[in-house]
């Protein structure tokens, strides 16, 4: 059985994750950090503040308020996996609602419960990121690059002005508007840390970048000059 | 005809009788018998998650209302002598309303138990409140959860 208070990367995806800020519990007796990942600065920045997108993932670690003990064992449990489904250490949101998941100890007790949004997903921007992966803006849908240059990026869901939390899998395509024969302008290159890509300015010319995730898509053109 | 003696004796035996009934399940002196629950964490936004102990006397119909994916913390209490006893709930359909019971890092004199009531299906079922001295039902209407968000102000 795995246990959810192994903060700082209980599943394989989430192992490089940064937590972010933690939320109590309705009971008080548990903090719960969102691993946040690559994909949302959001959630490093508000920790459980935010809606789960629909279609995405998050994993959980857990602070015990507790004097005198360890944390105990402890495992999540949904209350609507129609809405909000645990899959061992990470929650993952099925449908728009709200659903409570709660922490139970090893006799069967609940040790504490939280309430989590989920919300569609309305908007994708791509975030520009530095070589810390420091977010340091959002990308415009076209631009220019010099061969050569490089862009660290990555992709974060939106409701409204709303940032969503949770992880999930982007898909790329590339397409070459203007090269010459046999040429490939941009090289996109998954980072090793997930969710980071990067777009690698290779030869002259024009694509046309789509990212695909949550049923949406997020396009960016890129013309690049010798 | 009964003595005067043994008249005396069946009066103190019938006292002794209810003084012990009284010590094991007699309400503090100006309540009447009462068990129930009460909620000690809040309704979520946009869901529903609420106790309603009816009047102050006790009377009138008990009811609680949960949103299919919401959980209530709830303490039991009772009105009867033995004040720590805790109170256990039960629900009439497990698949409808779930109850666990809360583990508590910090208890404290006179706790009556804490739980967790959590909508699982909507429909309607009770919870029964059974204490050291007697047991409630509470009417539970569990709503279907929502899955869209929309303003509830009245349109002009």
């Not at chain 1, 990367?9 to 007796?29: M, R, W």
């Not at chain 1, 994993?59 to 899959?87: C, D, R």
């Not at chain 1, 980071?196 to 694509?207: D, I, K």
């Not at chain 2, 100006?30 to 909620?39: K, L």
Request: include cysteine; charged fraction near 20%; glycine fraction near 10%.
């Amino acid at each position: 059985m795995w246990c959810v208070a192994c903060l700082g990367g209980c599943g394989e995806d989430f192992a490089d994750s940064s937590l972010g800020p933690p939320a109590s519990g309705q009971i008080g007796q548990v903090d719960l950090f969102p691993e946040c990942g690559a994909l949302s600065q959001a959630c490093l920045q508000q920790g459980l503040n935010s809606p789960l997108a629909v279609g995405s993932a998050l994993g959980l670690g857990i602070n015990f308020n507790v004097t005198g003990n360890s944390g105990p064992p402890a495992t999540l449990e949904a209350v609507n996996p129609a809405v909000i489904a645990v899959e061992e250490a990470v929650i993952e949101a099925k449908s728009q609602g709200a659903a409570a998941v709660m922490i139970v100890g090893p006799d069967g007790r609940v040790l504490d419960f939280i309430h989590i949004w989920t919300a569609e997903a309305d908007e994708l921007r791509l975030i520009r990121r530095n070589e810390d992966t420091v977010a340091i803006g959002v990308l415009r849908s076209e631009g220019q690059l010099l061969v050569g240059d490089d862009l660290l990026v990555s992709l974060e869901a939106f409701n409204g002005t709303q940032p969503l939390l949770g992880v999930f899998p982007v898909a790329w395509t590339v397409e070459v508007l203007e090269a010459e024969d046999g040429a490939t302008p941009v090289v996109l290159v998954e980072d090793l840390i997930f969710g980071f890509t990067r777009l690698v300015a290779r030869e002259p010319g024009r694509v046309r970048l789509t990212a695909t995730a949550l049923g949406l898509d997020k396009v960016l053109e890129l013309e690049v000059l010798p | 005809m009964m003595s005067q003696d043994m008249w005396n004796k069946v009066v103190l035996w019938v006292g002794l009788c209810a003084a012990a009934l009284c010590l094991w399940g007699c309400p503090p002196d100006g309540y009447d018998e009462d068990a129930g629950v009460s909620a000690i964490s809040g309704e979520p936004v946009s869901m529903t998650a609420l106790v309603d102990n009816g009047d102050y006397d006790g009377e009138g119909p008990r009811n609680i209302y949960l949103s299919v994916g919401a959980a209530l913390a709830v303490a039991g209490w009772h009105y009867c002598d033995d004040y720590e006893s805790p109170v256990t709930l039960v629900s009439g359909d497990a698949a409808t309303m779930g109850v666990k019971e809360i583990y508590l890092l910090d208890s404290y004199f006179g706790d009556n138990g804490r739980f967790v009531l959590t909508g699982l299906k909507a429909g309607s079922t009770t919870l029964r409140v059974d204490s050291v001295c007697v047991s409630k039902s509470y009417n539970v209407v569990i709503e279907p959860a929502a899955t869209t968000f929309e303003d509830p102000s009245p349109s002009n």
